[in-house]
């Protein structure tokens, strides 16, 4: 299983979090958030199965022109796309509603499916390419999963956007042999109200999840704040953890 955090800018400096997807292996990533015009068309047609883990725009700000450039392509299998109840009402009343972006649900009946939404229950898992993916309600303002993914080889754990989370650790731990945790770190000490408000970690809060893991996995900071982002960093090397890293996207996180 391979790992890789889709790059979310495509102007200097490239290493900012401003839009989240990620990718497992190459027929599947979780959230769209760049994924449109990140990566080429040759890899739009590679991605077959699509998790969302919840609404907000930078997890799904450009999923309408992934789908059309998949259409336009003549591509004979549409995406699958899967997400809590919440987030597919969502996408149909919010995003394909002929005002943000065509209702492609509406001209399915006489065009022919442009997509195909799975509903994901929590704790229910689903095997897909050699991989098998459980999503699990993690704490943010809006219905939100986190992912445990995992192969022969090894799990991780994927929770780009949340607050002080529980299950997601017993999950994952449950699972065994936990490689890579890819956490929220989005805010500095300065916004801690703000990052508890909205749903998300400072680096004090990250390491408190840390310590409900058992020692083994590797964390990755990821969803950092653009504005914060060099604050963020400071922080979170203070804590003076080896087996805590900054994610970088484009990189390839081998399991």
């Given at each position: 299983?391979?790992?890789?955090?889709?790059?979310?800018?495509?102007?200097?400096?490239?290493?900012?979090?401003?839009?989240?997807?990620?990718r497992?292996?190459?027929?599947?990533a979780?959230?769209?958030?760049?994924?449109?015009?990140?990566?080429?068309?040759?890899?739009?047609?590679?991605?077959?199965?699509?998790?969302?883990?919840?609404?907000?725009?930078?997890?799904?700000?450009?999923?309408?022109?992934?789908?059309?450039?998949?259409?336009?392509?003549?591509?004979?299998?549409?995406?699958?796309?899967?997400?809590?109840?919440?987030?597919l009402?969502?996408?149909?009343?919010?995003?394909?509603?002929?005002?943000?972006?065509?209702?492609y649900?509406?001209?399915?009946?006489?065009?022919?499916?442009?997509?195909?939404?799975?509903?994901?229950?929590?704790?229910?898992?689903?095997?897909?390419?050699?991989?098998?993916l459980?999503?699990?309600?993690?704490?943010?303002?809006?219905?939100?999963?986190?992912?445990?993914?995992?192969d022969?080889?090894?799990s991780?754990?994927?929770?780009?956007?949340?607050?002080?989370?529980?299950?997601?650790?017993?999950?994952?731990?449950?699972?065994?042999?936990?490689?890579?945790?890819?956490?929220?770190?989005?805010?500095?000490?300065?916004?801690?109200?703000l990052?508890?408000?909205?749903?998300?970690?400072t680096?004090?809060?990250?390491?408190?999840?840390?310590?409900?893991?058992?020692?083994?996995?590797?964390?990755?900071?990821?969803?950092?704040?653009?504005?914060?982002?060099?604050?963020?960093?400071?922080?979170?090397m203070a804590?003076?953890?080896?087996?805590?890293?900054?994610?970088?996207?484009?990189?390839?996180?081998?399991?």
């Amino acid at each position: 299983m391979r790992v890789t955090l889709v790059a979310s800018s495509l102007t200097a400096p490239g290493e900012e979090h401003l839009l989240t997807s990620i990718r497992i292996n190459d027929s599947i990533a979780i959230d769209s958030g760049p994924l449109g015009y990140a990566v080429s068309s040759r890899d739009h047609a590679r991605i077959q199965h699509l998790f969302l883990s919840h609404s907000h725009a930078d997890h799904i700000a450009s999923l309408p022109i992934f789908i059309e450039n998949r259409r336009l392509a003549g591509q004979s299998e549409v995406p699958h796309i899967y997400g809590h109840a919440a987030v597919l009402e969502s996408l149909r009343r919010d995003v394909f509603n002929d005002r943000i972006w065509p209702d492609y649900f509406r001209l399915s009946a006489t065009e022919g499916p442009f997509l195909q939404l799975h509903e994901l229950a929590p704790e229910v898992p689903l095997a897909i390419d050699g991989v098998r993916l459980t999503p699990v309600l993690v704490n943010h303002p809006v219905p939100t999963y986190g992912f445990v993914v995992e192969d022969g080889n090894g799990s991780v754990a994927i929770a780009t956007d949340t607050g002080p989370t529980h299950r997601l650790w017993e999950v994952a731990q449950a699972r065994g042999n936990l490689r890579w945790v890819f956490l929220d770190a989005a805010f500095p000490e300065a916004q801690a109200e703000l990052a508890r408000i909205s749903g998300h970690l400072t680096p004090r809060m990250f390491a408190l999840e840390m310590q409900k893991v058992a020692p083994g996995p590797r964390f990755v900071a990821v969803h950092v704040k653009a504005p914060y982002r060099a604050q963020v960093e400071r922080e979170l090397m203070a804590l003076a953890r080896p087996d805590l890293e900054l994610g970088v996207p484009g990189r390839a996180y081998p399991i």
